[in-house]
């Protein structure tokens, strides 16, 4: 058994793809995930489970989400490690990391999808791409941002969910505890 973290991207924002983390809780427990904890409404949820690749993973709860609860959602997932090695890639500066969002990608980008990044720019806001995740610190929040995640996607043309910094560190201290 291997401890992973997924993170399901849009579901309970603004009354769509709802779903309670109690009965997917239930849904992952009877079918045979292990330890499962949920952090927070937004999808957050840390399991054990037989030793499998997070791409298999990913496939087999977005099968088991869409029969519980009709929704066809992106399913990111990472090992311990995986969460370990995006904190300590934050390429920004220290100062700001408990300021920031990490948006992780699903796949690695096309190299002249990245290129295209270097071009943007928006006063107050800053970001950086690092394997698989992008950095981004919005002195203004993240609600008046006009770099969010589906911004990214479109340049990107890759799935990606974004989590603040505080969430990253619970789910990740929730996976340790396992």
Same mark, same amino acid.
């Given at each position: 058994?291997?401890?992973?973290?997924?993170?399901?991207?849009?579901?309970?924002?603004?009354?769509?793809?709802?779903?309670?983390?109690?009965?997917?809780?239930?849904?992952?427990?009877?079918?045979?995930?292990?330890?499962? =904890?949920?952090?927070? #409404?937004?999808?957050?949820?840390?399991? @054990?489970?037989?030793?499998?690749?997070?791409? &298999? %993973?990913? $496939? /087999?709860?977005? =099968?088991?989400?869409? #029969?519980?609860?009709?929704?066809?959602? @992106?399913?990111?997932?990472?090992?311990?490690? &995986? %969460?370990? $090695? /995006?904190?300590?890639?934050?390429?920004?500066?220290?100062?700001?990391?408990?300021?920031?969002?990490?948006?992780?990608?699903?796949?690695?980008?096309?190299?002249?999808?990245?290129?295209?990044?270097?071009?943007?720019?928006?006063?107050?806001?800053?970001?950086?791409?690092?394997?698989?995740?992008?950095?981004?610190?919005?002195?203004?929040?993240?609600?008046?941002?006009?770099?969010?995640?589906?911004?990214?996607?479109?340049?990107?043309?890759?799935?990606?969910?974004?989590?603040?910094?505080?969430?990253?560190?619970?789910?990740?201290?929730?996976?340790?505890?396992?």
């Amino acid at each position: 058994m291997a401890t992973y973290i997924a993170f399901l991207r849009g579901i309970n924002v603004g009354g769509h793809h709802k779903i309670l983390m109690k009965q997917l809780t239930n849904v992952l427990e009877n079918n045979h995930f292990k330890n499962v =904890k949920t952090y927070i #409404q937004s999808g957050n949820v840390v399991f @054990t489970y037989n030793n499998s690749s997070c791409s &298999d %993973l990913e $496939i /087999i709860l977005s =099968k088991l989400i869409l #029969q519980a609860f009709g929704h066809t959602i @992106t399913v990111l997932v990472k090992t311990v490690q &995986d %969460l370990k $090695i /995006i904190i300590e890639d934050f390429p920004l500066s220290k100062e700001v990391i408990e300021q920031s969002y990490f948006l992780m990608l699903k796949n690695k980008p096309l190299e002249q999808d990245l290129e295209k990044l270097n071009s943007i720019s928006y006063p107050n806001e800053v970001f950086k791409y690092c394997n698989t995740t992008v950095y981004l610190y919005c002195s203004n929040g993240y609600g008046k941002t006009k770099l969010t995640s589906n911004f990214f996607e479109k340049q990107l043309k890759v799935a990606i969910t974004a989590r603040n910094y505080k969430t990253i560190n619970k789910v990740l201290q929730l996976a340790e505890a396992i």
